[in-house]
C-alpha cells in the first residue's frame, strides 16, 4: 500500500462526509422535507449549479473509461469527445427560462413531476418512472464499478472491499444530506476534477518531453493516432457525429441533468451557470482525454486501457500529489453517483408512492421513507456490481441513449409545442425505449452511426404522431394545461 | 389562472425565453459546423503534409482548441447582451406586462 497516495484519498472522504453532516442539520430545520431532500430548495447559485451539472455529468467514463480509449485511439477520440462541450451551455439555453418557469408554475421537484402536470396521465408518469429506475440504475452499477476499481488499483484491497468502501462512503452522505449535500459536495468535486485534470496533463506532457515530441512518437508508434479517424481508421465521420446526438444535444433529455435546470435561484445564477459550465466541461473533457492519448507516449503498451489515468498519475508525479489527482475520478464518480441515486429514489417515493400509492402520507413518514429507500436502493446496487460485467464504458452509454430516448421529446416539445399530449408522450416513450434496446441488441452501429440516433429520430416522429391522434381526446383537459401553463 | 388577465396575452416571459431557446440552437449549429468543418477538412489530408500549430496537428488545434475558445467568447456575449434577466416565480412582480 501507497499511503502517500491513500491519505489525500481519505482527506476527501472525510470532508465528503462532513458535507452531508452540515447539510442534514439544515434538513432537520426544513419545513417541506420532500421538497428540500430532493431538490435543495431551489436555491442554487451560478458556481454550484455549473459544477453540479458538470461533476453529475462527467462520470466514470470521462475520467477513467474515456481516456482508456483515447489511449488506444488518439486524437480521433478527443475529437470526438470535444462535442461534449455543446451540454455546457445547450441543457440550460434549451430547457433555460421557460423550464424553470413552468416548474415553478407547477411547483414540479422532479423531471417527471413537470411530466404528470404537463400531460395529466398516470401512465406518462408510470412508464417514465419505470424507464428512469431501470436506465439509471444500470448507470449507477456502472458507476459503482468504477469507482470500485479505482480504489482497488489505488489500495490494493480487494475489488469486493473496494466496492464495500466506496458504496458506505456514498450512502452515508446522501442518505443523510439529500440533494444539498449532493450540490454542495458536487461544487467541491467539480474543483477537484478542473485541478486534477490541469496537473495530470502537465504531469504527462512534461514526462513525455513536450507536446511535439509526444506527437512524433505517436506519428512513429502508429500515424493513424494523430488523425482525426482513429488508431485502425474506424472513426468515420458520420459515427462521430452521431455522438454528437448522444453526448451532446441528447443530454437535454437526461433527468439528472434536467432536475438541475429546475434548481437554480434566479437567472442570473442560470447566465453565471452558462459560461462557467462551458468552460469547465469543455476543459476537464479536452485535458482528460488528450492526457489519455499522450499517456500512450509515456506509458506505451498498456494492456487495459482503462488504468491509464491511475498508472498515468503514479508514474508522472510524486505520491501525494497523485493522491489528489486520483480524487479528481473518484469525485466524478461519487458525484454521478449520488445524483443517480437521488433521482431512483425520488421517482419510488415521491412520483410513485406519493401519487398514487399513499398521496396523504404525513410529513414524518415521508421522511422514513425517503431515507429508507434511498438506502435499500443504494444496497440493492452494491450487489449488482459485485459481479461486474466487463465494459464499463458501454454500460454507462447505455444507460444514456435509453434515457435519451425516453425522454427527449416529451420535455422539449412538452415545453414549446402546445400540440403534444400525453398520448404522444405515451407513445415516444414506448417507441424509443423498445427501438433502442432492439437496436442495440440486434442491430448496433445502424447505418453507421451509434445506435442512439434511430430510436431519437423514431421517437420524434411517435411523439407527433401519437399527439395528432390522440388530439380529440380529453380536449377539455389539454386545453385547460395551455391554458395555465404554456401561455 | 389569475395570470392571464391579459386574455389572450399570455405570459409575456415565454416570447424572450424562446428566443433565447433559439439562439442556443443557432450556437450549437454554428459550433458543430466549426468543429466539424476544421476537424475533417484539414484532418483528411495525407498524415505527413499535416502542419503544427503550438504542437497539435492543425486540424486538432482549429476544431478542438481553437473551437473551443471561440465557443467561450461566443457564450459569454451572448449571454452579456442578448439574455436577459427574467424573475422566475409567478406570483412575484413576475407578471406585469
Given at each position: ?70 489511449y488506444q485511439t488518439g486524437l ?396 380529440n381526446r380529453k380536449r377539455q ?11 | ?6 386574455k389572450g396575452k399570455g405570459d ?86
Amino acid at each position: 500500500m501507497n499511503f502517500q497516495v491513500i491519505i489525500p484519498l481519505l482527506i476527501f472522504l472525510i470532508i465528503i462526509f462532513l458535507i452531508g453532516v452540515f447539510a442534514s442539520k439544515k434538513l432537520a430545520n426544513s419545513s417541506s422535507f420532500v421538497q428540500d431532500y430532493f431538490l435543495g430548495g431551489r436555491e442554487l447559485g451560478g458556481l454550484l449549479l455549473a459544477m453540479t451539472m458538470v461533476a453529475t455529468y462527467g462520470s466514470a467514463s470521462s475520467f477513467i473509461g474515456g481516456p482508456g480509449i483515447a489511449y488506444q485511439t488518439g486524437l480521433g477520440w478527443v475529437l470526438l469527445a470535444m462535442i461534449q462541450v455543446v451540454t455546457g451551455y445547450f441543457v440550460l439555453t434549451i430547457l433555460g427560462k421557460k423550464f424553470a418557469i413552468m416548474a415553478r408554475k407547477m411547483k414540479a421537484i422532479t423531471l417527471i413531476d413537470f411530466l404528470k402536470e404537463r400531460y395529466q396521465s398516470k401512465w406518462v408518469v408510470l412508464l417514465s418512472a419505470s424507464s428512469i429506475i431501470l436506465f439509471l440504475f444500470s448507470a449507477m452499477a456502472a458507476q459503482w464499478i468504477g469507482g470500485a476499481r479505482l480504489i482497488e488499483s489505488i489500495t490494493g484491497l480487494s475489488y469486493t472491499s473496494a466496492l464495500f468502501i466506496f458504496a458506505a462512503s456514498v450512502l452515508v452522505y446522501v442518505i443523510i444530506g439529500g440533494f444539498r449535500a449532493v450540490a454542495i459536495t458536487d461544487g467541491m468535486q467539480g474543483i477537484i476534477m478542473v485541478v486534477g485534470t490541469v496537473v495530470i496533463l502537465a504531469g504527462t506532457i512534461i514526462a513525455g518531453g513536450g507536446i511535439p515530441a509526444i506527437m512524433s512518437d505517436l506519428m512513429a508508434e502508429n500515424p493513424n493516432l494523430i488523425t482525426p479517424f482513429g488508431a485502425d481508421g474506424s472513426l468515420t465521420p458520420l459515427y462521430v457525429s452521431s455522438f454528437w446526438i448522444l453526448v451532446g444535444v441528447g443530454v437535454v433529455g437526461l433527468p439528472q441533468v434536467a432536475v438541475r435546470a429546475m434548481s437554480y435561484k434566479n437567472s442570473k445564477a442560470m447566465h453565471a451557470a452558462l459560461i462557467i459550465g462551458t468552460i469547465v466541461v469543455g476543459f476537464i473533457m479536452l485535458g482528460m482525454h488528450l492526457a489519455g492519448v499522450f499517456g500512450r507516449a509515456v506509458l506505451p503498451g498498456l494492456d487495459t486501457p482503462d488504468t491509464v489515468m491511475p498508472l498515468l498519475a503514479l508514474h508522472v508525479l510524486p505520491g501525494w500529489l497523485a493522491g489528489i489527482v486520483l480524487a479528481a475520478p473518484m469525485a466524478a464518480i461519487m458525484s454521478t453517483v449520488d445524483s443517480l441515486l437521488l433521482i431512483v429514489s425520488s421517482s419510488i417515493v415521491k412520483d410513485v408512492y406519493l401519487n398514487y400509492i399513499r398521496p396523504d402520507a404525513p410529513e414524518k413518514n415521508i421522511k422514513r421513507i425517503s431515507i429508507g429507500v434511498t438506502a435499500v436502493v443504494g444496497v440493492l446496487v452494491f450487489f449488482m456490481a459485485i459481479d461486474p460485467p466487463a465494459f464499463l464504458i458501454t454500460l454507462n452509454l447505455f444507460a444514456f441513449g435509453g434515457l435519451e430516448a425516453a425522454f427527449i421529446w416529451p420535455v422539449v416539445l412538452g415545453l414549446y409545442w402546445k400540440g403534444g399530449n400525453a398520448m404522444g408522450a405515451l407513445a415516444s416513450i414506448f417507441v424509443g425505449v423498445l427501438t433502442y434496446i432492439g437496436i442495440t441488441v440486434y442491430y448496433p452501429d445502424a447505418f453507421g452511426m451509434h445506435s442512439v440516433v434511430m430510436p431519437v429520430m423514431l421517437s420524434l416522429l411517435s411523439y407527433v404522431l401519437g399527439s395528432i391522434v390522440g388530439r380529440n381526446r380529453k380536449r377539455q383537459e389539454h386545453q385547460e394545461i395551455i391554458n395555465k401553463y404554456l401561455l | 389562472m389569475h395570470e392571464n388577465f391579459n386574455k389572450g396575452k399570455g405570459d409575456w416571459r415565454y416570447p424572450i425565453a424562446h428566443k433565447e431557446a433559439w439562439i442556443g440552437i443557432a450556437l450549437v449549429m454554428f459550433h458543430f459546423a466549426w468543429w466539424y468543418g476544421f476537424a475533417y477538412g484539414f484532418g483528411s489530408k495525407p498524415v505527413e503534409s499535416y502542419t503544427y500549430i503550438l504542437g497539435f496537428p492543425a486540424w486538432f488545434f482549429y476544431s478542438c482548441i481553437l473551437g473551443f475558445i471561440i465557443i467561450i467568447i461566443l457564450v459569454i456575449l451572448v449571454v452579456r447582451f442578448l439574455f436577459k434577466d427574467l424573475p422566475l416565480e409567478s406570483d412575484e412582480e413576475g407578471d406585469r406586462p
